[in-house]
């Protein structure tokens, strides 16, 4: 498969769903060849549309590189054909991973499959609620917060006031 068509790129872009559907038709080792060529973003949310029995199927023919950007990127989607590896698979898949995107991954398997734990953002930046807009973007700034686009804000006593 190549992965340098613009054709390709756009209407993966476009309709990630339906090249997931497309894709299904084709090897798992091809399939997994394709993602590790193709931009990151685009092939981590390819990834994410892929039926969790074919990522499953395709994860041993995935790069170490590949699975640390998804670890980033689409840790939920990751995670989710991990759970459907048998122990040896699981095991020897996170030993591939760099030990931030290990810990990580660990993290979210400790998490019963399809509870809230599971699927959510481990970094949620959070602020006080009473910081003025001026001062949590420049916080922002600073901690290069890019994961999430939701802020916590919380009170003197750490409870959460909102979400914004």
């Keep these: 498969m190549q992965a340098d068509n613009r ?32 931009e990151s973003e685009l092939s981590s949310e390819l990834f994410r549309y892929l039926m969790p029995d ?5 994860i041993s023919g995935l790069t170490d590189k590949t699975l640390d950007i998804y670890a980033e990127l689409n840790p939920s989607a990751l995670v989710r054909a991990m759970r459907r590896l048998n122990e040896n698979s699981r095991l020897s898949t996170m030993e591939r991973l760099s030990p931030r995107a290990r810990m990580k991954i660990s993290h979210l398997l400790e ?24 001062s949590a973007m420049e916080r922002l700034k600073k901690t290069q917060a890019q994961e999430s686009n939701l802020i916590c804000t919380v009170d003197d006593e750490h409870k959460l006031i909102g979400v914004v």
């Excluded at 074919?54 to 395709?58: D, L, N, S, V």
């Excluded at 399809?114 to 910081?131: A, E, F, N, Y």
Aim: overall charge negative; glycine content about 4%.
């Design 7 to 38: 054709l390709t790129t756009e209407f993966i872009r476009r309709y990630p769903a339906a090249a997931a559907r497309t894709l299904e038709h084709v090897s798992p080792g091809d399939v997994a060849a394709f993602l590790n060529e193709i």
């Design 54 to 58: 074919y990522t499953e199927r395709c």
């Design 111 to 134: 998490f019963p499959e399809m509870s809230v734990g599971s699927i959510m953002l481990t970094k949620c930046p959070v602020m006080q609620g009473d910081l003025t807009v001026e």
